[in-house]
């Protein structure tokens, strides 16, 4: 193994994607400094070919990749890197849809590994801010079954069996795998989801491209993965649910999958946090405010709309800050 440094709190540089439904809020909000129309900005990712690079400390011009290789389990974790080896297991995102996005499936583990020897795709969706009728399409307004929902395509009637629901501010999902969804114009959202890049294509509203041209569907990949049930995807996590006087300095669940764990973390204080508990690396996606997160001998600033690993041999950090709030994730 090379050791050129000890292990220190990372951040990345931004892989930003324009697209066709993107917008400017995350140049005008989040700082991200792109092109018009930027949909997506990956946060941290080890999808090939578009594997993060280091942005800060000694590190920085490495990718993600060469410090999974050298530093293994220090990095991610003995269970994680048991189980996925020298790749990354998540992909963390900030997406703006200024239009709706396709309607679209993700493949289950199984499906994705047998047509494109990948990950499944399991997401988790934190709504940080949302326009007035904001809204996600999340599977089908009525009982489906395959035939119905072929009539329906083929009639080009699909929009009138999917189940559009308004979001507001703070509110969570976990979309799984085969569940048909959509996020609605005006949304601006975090994603957590299993590192993968497939998606089935079923509808995209009639429109072109960025080059003009018809984007393809993938009618035949999605219908083996759909999963016509009906499923919950709404979390029952609310800040106005929780405890008077736990809402900060604290961490406070969200949600979980097999895949990962997600807190909300809001500061108004200095505040340590022991992370002996988390068997893995932990990230921090900030929603709102700045903080210093220090070490025994490294310290980074993150603001709003950062995204920041502490790797898993780091046994707790120092968040210092008087206004701050963040995602926070990890593999159980």
């Known amino acids: 193994m090379i050791t050129i440094s000890p292990l220190y709190p990372l951040k990345f540089e931004p892989i930003l994607k324009q697209k066709v439904w993107g917008g400017t809020k995350l140049n005008k909000l989040f700082q991200k400094e792109g092109k018009r129309k930027i949909g997506e900005s990956w946060e941290i990712s080890g999808v090939a070919e578009n594997v993060s690079e280091i942005a800060n400390g000694p590190f920085k011009g490495r990718t993600l990749n060469w410090l999974l290789e050298n530093y293994k389990e220090k990095l991610v974790g003995e269970k994680v890197y048991n189980d996925f080896g020298n790749t990354f297991p998540l992909l963390f995102k900030f997406i703006d849809a200024r239009e709706d996005l396709s309607v679209q499936v993700h493949p289950d583990d199984a499906l994705a590994k047998k047509r494109h020897n990948s990950f499944g795709k399991t997401e988790m969706w934190y709504i940080i801010d949302v326009e007035k009728n904001g809204r996600l399409i999340l599977g089908f307004n009525k009982t489906m079954h395959r035939e119905k929902y072929l009539k329906s395509l083929s009639e080009s009637r699909i929009t009138e ?172």
């Open 161 to 332: 069996i999917l189940n559009s629901e308004e979001v507001k501010k703070g509110d969570a999902f976990i979309l799984k795998p085969g569940t048909v969804h959509a996020i609605g114009a005006g949304v601006l959202l975090a994603e957590i989801q299993q590192t993968s890049d497939i998606t089935y294509r079923i509808y995209d509203w009639d429109r072109p491209d960025t080059n003009g041209q018809m984007r393809e569907l993938h009618t035949d990949l999605a219908l083996e993965a759909i999963n016509f049930s009906p499923s919950k995807t709404k979390l029952d996590y609310s800040e106005e649910t929780v405890p008077a006087g736990r809402q900060e300095n604290t961490p406070i669940l969200i949600g979980a999958t097999d895949f990962f764990t997600v807190n909300k973390l809001i500061l108004s204080k200095n505040y340590i946090r022991d992370l002996e508990e988390t068997p893995s690396f932990t990230v921090y996606m900030c929603l709102e405010g700045t903080a210093t997160i220090e070490t025994d001998d490294f310290s980074e600033e993150i603001k709003k709309g950062e995204t920041i690993l502490v790797p898993a041999q780091l046994p707790e950090i120092k968040f210092t800050t008087n206004s701050a709030s963040f995602l926070e994730v990890y593999i159980p």
